[in-house]
């Protein structure tokens, strides 16, 4: 099979780069920079982008992200910038920021720089924008014709968001070797379209190397909102090895089994990445791993705060009837659960769960 490893053309990651915009925007554009920005980074951060551009002498627009990434948020989007002469554009603050921003650059042709302001999931550096209708549900996914042409990290800015959300970003980024590793035994494709290089799968192993080692020393140092050498390797962990280790590494059993979870209106309040670890830790048990090495998964999770029983992901009280509907929707049809080297039905999802949240219990 073809192999294929996609990435962003430039990926930035310091303190303080949120001051460096413009500088990078001149290597790309010249008539505007089209700024999408969060409304907590507009409040709490517009002066120092705007100065940026302003000491440049960049003519730019700012404009606050509508809240969904939906069709009419792109819309009313492109139509600004339009309106404003704009030649490229910036997603700066979360994930649905992040995607709006990818969508307008899909559709207009223009270049898009990334700017995160979290590092809770590994979206950031994909070709992947995730549109929601305007209530906020599900509509489809947009595969972009291009990966980000930058994406710029400022490390000063992710600290002082909540601990949790970088917790987060380490159960999605934990997934990734496991699931690339999967993938590689059962000669599937991954997301980027084509089989997996031996770059992709090394960097989905450093993924996974970076977080035993620095996960539990990044998340003190951002309880207490400092930058340590932890916190950089695990921004950088969560954002670009575990960005190109899922997106041309691929997805099995974990994200499938995060899928199904969000059938429970009772995990809702889970972030991605918590559904995800606990998504990891049925997929070492599907695959009969022993267990020295689940064991260690599961003692990693919890000495960083991450959710190992269906109780500590509110499902506690869930019926075993509506955990097989779980398991259900974790096997449908086109799922990446089929990924796996092996034939994977609901049963065998519905045990793994079970089996799963008693470790997690020990
Ligand atoms: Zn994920």
Redesign the pocket.
């Known amino acids: 099979m073809t192999k294929i490893i996609n990435s962003p053309s430039k990926y930035i990651q310091g303190k303080d780069e949120i001051a460096n915009l413009a500088t990078y925007y001149k290597l790309r554009g010249n008539s505007g920079a089209y700024l999408l920005v969060d409304k907590f980074i507009f409040d709490n951060f517009k002066d120092k982008i705007v100065e940026s551009f302003e000491k440049e002498g960049v003519n730019y627009h700012i404009e606050v992200f509508g809240g969904e990434c939906s069709k009419n948020e792109i819309n009313r989007n492109i139509d600004i910038l339009k309106e404003k002469k704009c030649d490229a554009v910036f997603g700066i603050g979360g994930g649905k920021t992040l995607d709006a921003a990818k969508a307008v650059s899909y559709y207009e042709n223009i270049p898009v720089f990334i700017v995160p302001t979290i590092a809770s999931?590994?979206a950031p550096c994909s070709a992947l924008s995730v549109i929601y209708t305007p209530n906020g549900e599900f509509k489809e996914y947009l595969f972009l014709k291009a990966n980000p042409d930058m994406v710029i990290m400022d490390t000063d800015v992710i600290v002082n968001a909540p601990a949790r959300l970088l917790v987060a970003g380490i159960g999605?980024a934990l997934?990734t070797y496991y699931e690339a590793k999967a993938c590689v035994d059962s000669n599937a494709s991954s997301i980027a379209g084509g089989g997996i290089t031996k770059a992709a799968i090394a960097i989905a192993e450093l993924c996974k190397d970076t977080l035993f080692q620095d996960g539990l020393k990044a998340k003190i140092a951002v309880e207490n909102k400092v930058v340590t050498q932890a916190v950089e390797n695990i921004i950088e962990a969560n954002t670009y090895l575990s960005g190109i280790g899922?997106e041309s590494g691929g997805l099995a059993a974990a994200?499938a089994i995060h899928n199904g979870l969000t059938i429970l209106e009772e995990g809702h309040h889970v972030y991605?990445?918590e559904k995800?670890a606990f998504g990891t830790i049925t997929q070492l048990v599907l695959e009969n791993r022993c267990l020295c090495e689940i064991k260690k998964v599961v003692e990693f999770c919890k000495s960083v705060g991450l959710p190992t029983t269906l109780d500590e992901l509110g499902m506690g009280s869930v019926s075993k009837e509506r955990l097989y509907e779980v398991a259900k929707a974790s096997t449908a049809e086109g799922e990446t659960i089929h990924n796996m080297p092996f034939k994977v039905t609901a049963d065998d999802v519905f045990a793994a769960i079970l089996v799963a949240d008693e470790l997690g219990k020990n």
């Open positions: 999931t590994d999605d997934a899922f994200h991605h990445g995800v």
